[in-house]
């Protein structure tokens, strides 16, 4: 059965932090595929600093184009359609059974970010999304790898405790990724001070944003 992992979220710029993540992934878990999917209309992100869909898509595609095992999928950009805009946000869970129905007879991970993780209790319809997923958790930055570790692994158990109260089954990893600080709104605040991103995104990434003048405002 092949194996294939979602890597969602805004890519509000995608950097070499998601890089280092999916590729850590693919190769701890022997991944067949990481599927990148832009999230259309972010839940609890606000507008303000989020520039368009079609260039975060494109922007990623940028990133991930010489990869053989990522791949892009537009697919949250199919439930906003002119004829029927949905009343609601971006949901994992409708995500993941769109991408179920695409992929089928596959074994399903899903790659977050500690923070992320730690909001799972919270997610809608989660009964339906969290046992048919292995997550697969980044750590946080911290003062030391093996404190990083310790509290990474306490804070995950808290979650699959709290999932175990609402006999939901959580089967989590944590990824053994070096740590980099690194953050989307690091790098749109050094555009907005005219500072070089060179080194912190893609080659490709940096030419787009310079190119549509991107995250100056």
């Known amino acids: 059965m092949p194996a294939k992992a979602v890597l969602g979220g805004t890519f509000n710029p995608i950097h070499l932090g998601h890089l280092l993540m999916a590729e850590t992934a693919l190769n701890q878990l022997a ?3 990481v599927i990148w999917v832009p999230t259309y209309r972010p ?21 991930i184009a010489f990869h053989p095992s990522f791949v892009v999928s537009a697919i949250e950009q199919n ?29 399903w991970y899903w790659i977050v970010g500690l923070d992320t993780f730690l ?11 969290l046992p048919h997923c292995i997550w697969l958790v980044a750590p946080r930055l911290e003062a030391s790898v093996e404190k990083d570790l310790i509290k990474t692994q306490a804070l995950c158990e808290q979650v699959a405790q709290k999932m175990a109260a609402e006999a939901i089954a959580l089967n989590w990893q944590i ?23 060179r080194y912190l995104v893609l080659d490709a990434v940096r030419d787009y944003i310079l190119q549509h003048n991107l995250y100056k405002t």
């Open 31 to 33: 991944l067949e595929q």
């Open 43 to 63: 839940l609890y992100k606000s507008s303000a600093e989020l520039v368009g869909f079609k260039h975060r898509l494109e922007m990623l595609k940028l990133a």
């Open 79 to 107: 439930f906003f359609t002119v004829e029927q805009i949905q009343p609601h946000s971006s949901y994992a869970v409708d995500t993941f059974l769109a991408l179920k129905d695409i992929h089928a007879a596959s074994q």
């Open 119 to 129: 909001t799972l209790p919270y997610w809608y319809r989660r009964q339906e999304l």
């Open 175 to 197: 990824l053994d990724m070096p740590q980099i600080s690194l953050s989307s709104q690091l790098i749109r605040q050094y555009c907005r001070d005219r500072r070089s991103i």
